[in-house]
């Protein structure tokens, strides 16, 4: 089936009883059980969920996988996959991952044991040296957050895969749509479905997608044990997000394509970040790993004054923190996302003061340039 079948009917059924067509929210902690060891699939709410485990199938199908499983977000689907390690075990990590990912490693995972090696995965040699007998999971994100570098992930796949590691990559910024990690050899693709899954900035949720029975299994064991389940609400609200992914992710990319193409002959912006842009160093890896380029744009605007006046000059462009909605929204990486990356470290990777991330909502482009066009006028 096409993606957008899928993305309407993938994993999905009339719900058995009533033949509601859309998977109702099944608002329960608990299921009546029939006798003693006797009961229809679902026991209680964190182990099994009727509106969750709909979510999951179809966020399944969507990315070319056999299982996925949900968490109450995107940082609790990253803790589940580092739950597969243990102390002593060695991750290398992209090294400009999303901000939320850096401190979860750094200050919580770190005290467990679990090494960290933060490296520029989108150097091959780099990594290349980077992974040894003790490397027990390559984690890419790609485009990173809010650069917009880019990893090759059949080359990564491969290397990590020789030393026996697995691969797990954070497809946020590309969804489903656009790339699908596990068909170019990954083993796990994790996504914030707070971003462009669910699409309408209203809930927090996490999934992760595998193919391998026994690794879905850990997942399941883990979301089980750990307990860091989304609601039965927010998992409706992601599955009616997902239905309209590709209509949602074909208007964020025209747009975004438009605004990077009008700004990189802007003489405000000093530097543009956007992979569909042919000056952009990785443009060929993008078109050979994915099918689009998405609707995230970074730009730097020099000093931090400049920065301060574009987001506060905005009126469309909403400030504020996330990305993927239908909404645009605009951010600055240096103080919201990226705050717990210490300032040395964020300007060695190019997370200036005067970058500026957007998130392109699917408005009208033309008013997205004319906002753009008035706060960029200093
Ligand atoms: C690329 C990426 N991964 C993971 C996360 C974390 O997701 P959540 O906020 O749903 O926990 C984010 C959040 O911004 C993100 O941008």
Not at 26 to 52: C, I, M, V, W
Not at 219 to 230: D, E, H, K, L, T
Not at 363 to 369: F, P, Q
Request: proline share 4%.
């Amino acid at each position: 089936m096409g993606f957008s079948t899928d993305a309407v009917h993938g994993g999905q059924q009339a719900e058995p009883t009533t033949g509601a067509v859309m998977t109702p929210i099944f608002q329960t902690s608990t299921f009546k059980q029939d006798g003693l060891g006797r009961h229809r699939g679902y026991e209680y709410a964190r182990t099994q969920n009727p509106t969750r485990e709909a979510l999951e199938r179809n966020i399944a199908v969507l990315e070319r996988g056999k299982h996925a499983v949900a968490y109450a977000s995107g940082l609790s689907a990253i803790a589940a996959i580092m739950h597969l390690f243990k102390s002593g075990d060695e991750v290398v990590v992209t090294e400009n991952v999303y901000g939320g990912t850096y401190r979860l490693a750094d200050t919580i995972l770190s005290q467990y044991g679990l090494r960290f090696k933060f490296v520029d995965t989108s150097n091959l040699d780099v990594v290349k040296q980077a992974v040894t007998e003790n490397t027990k999971l390559v984690f890419v994100e790609t485009p990173t957050n809010p650069l917009l570098h880019l990893t090759d992930i059949q080359t990564v796949a491969s290397l990590a895969h020789s030393s026996g590691a697995l691969v797990a990559v954070d497809n946020t910024f590309m969804s489903p749509y656009f790339q699908n990690p596990l068909e170019l050899g990954a083993d796990v693709v994790v996504h914030s479905s707070t971003k462009f899954l669910n699409g309408h900035s209203d809930m927090v949720g996490g999934v992760v997608v595998v193919n391998d029975e026994a690794l879905a299994e850990r997942f399941r064991y883990i979301q089980n044990s750990v307990g860091a389940v989304p609601g039965p609400f927010d998992c409706f609200l992601a599955l009616r997000g997902t239905k309209t992914l590709a209509l949602r992710m074909r208007q964020h990319e025209a747009n975004a394509r438009h605004l990077a193409g009008w700004l990189s002959k802007h003489s405000s912006v000093t530097r543009l970040y956007y992979p569909g842009l042919d000056t952009h160093p990785q443009h060929e890896l993008a078109k050979k790993q994915a099918r689009g380029y998405g609707g995230i744009i970074a730009l730097d605007v020099g000093p931090l004054e400049h920065a301060q006046h574009v987001l506060e000059n905005v009126s469309l462009f909403t400030l504020a923190e996330s990305l993927g909605g239908v909404e645009s929204l605009i951010s600055h990486p240096a103080t919201m996302t990226h705050a717990s990356v210490p300032r040395e470290d964020r300007l060695r990777l190019g997370i200036s003061d005067g970058l500026v991330r957007l998130s392109v909502g699917i408005e009208d482009v033309e008013d997205l340039e004319n906002d753009l066009a008035d706060a960029l006028s200093f």
